[in-house]
């Protein structure tokens, strides 16, 4: 698990780099930059995809596993997948690979990459961005212009890559980060069992009509326990949630007023231990 965000923290700080870049880029009209940075842009987020795809088969393979065994077995696996996206000695992750993760979120993930190249690549493509495209009479300068459309397209998908990268798999890895450290909490503790460790438990008390009533999730073990054993309340009640305000920390619990379609729900968490 520490690999897999030290990875993810790894990505994030190139994706920023690449937007300072594309700035830039974008300030001087600087379209040769713009197109190589986009590219790379994408295949960063693809490379998050992929890594995505990891975490989410791992959070679904471990439950599966019977014996310590098999769960030492899937882990390492894992764990070699993660080395292989880091360090990628001889292109052991093809970045066709990414892209295909990439696609599952993306549709036309694969054709916009394709375009970014050919204006990456030494071609006709990237020969239009300086030259009005004339062998031996095209203008060399800037043709930001003429290329409007290709570049309004390329504004687009900077910001399509980033809503996923910023939002969507931000959430998502945390999500699966969060879970599977929830399982090596529960693993650690001297009374653990294998044939609980996966185990639900969502059991509530309380009614959440007032403070004193707060629904609290008492048999929950960690954090995110509670946080997942609340969300599948909602579910279970039928409540929509719009919003939620901290109100009290006292007695060795957070209360929340949670906001739902059904009226106010007062909930209550378990502080971590310090």
Not at 55 to 80: Q, T, V, Y
Request: proline letters at 2%; aromatic letters at 10%; hydrophobic letters at 40%.
């Amino acid at each position: 698990m520490p690999d897999h965000y030290h990875l993810f923290l790894v990505c994030q700080y190139k994706i920023r780099e690449l937007c300072r870049g594309i700035h830039a880029a974008i300030e001087s009209t600087n379209e040769i930059v713009l197109f190589n940075l986009t590219r790379s842009l994408v295949e960063h987020s693809a490379s998050l995809a992929y890594q995505m795809r990891i975490l989410e088969r791992a959070a679904e393979e471990f439950p599966k596993k019977a014996a310590r065994k098999a769960i030492e077995a899937s882990i390492g696996m894992h764990r070699k997948a993660t080395q292989r996206l880091y360090y990628n000695e001889k292109a052991s992750v093809h970045v066709h690979d990414m892209i295909k993760a990439l696609a599952a979120r993306f549709d036309n993930a694969r054709g916009e990459y394709d375009t970014l190249c050919e204006f990456v690549h030494p071609n006709y493509g990237s020969n239009r961005l300086v030259s009005s495209g004339h062998l031996g009479s095209g203008q060399i300068r800037s043709h930001a212009k003429e290329l409007g459309p290709e570049l309004t397209r390329a504004h687009w998908l900077i910001e399509r890559c980033l809503m996923l990268t910023d939002d969507d798999f931000n959430k998502e890895i945390a999500f699966h980060l969060g879970r599977i450290a929830s399982w090596v909490e529960i693993a650690c503790e001297d009374s653990a069992k294998l044939s609980q460790i996966f185990s639900v438990r969502g059991a509530a008390s309380g009614d959440g009509s007032e403070k004193e009533t707060a629904i609290s999730f008492h048999r929950a073990r960690t954090p995110f326990e509670e946080k997942g054993a609340f969300y599948a309340y909602l579910k279970a009640n039928k409540l929509v949630m719009s919003g939620r305000r901290l109100v009290a920390v006292e007695s060795g619990f957070l209360f929340d007023e949670v906001m739902t379609d059904k009226g106010i729900l007062w909930v209550k968490y378990r502080l971590p231990a310090s």
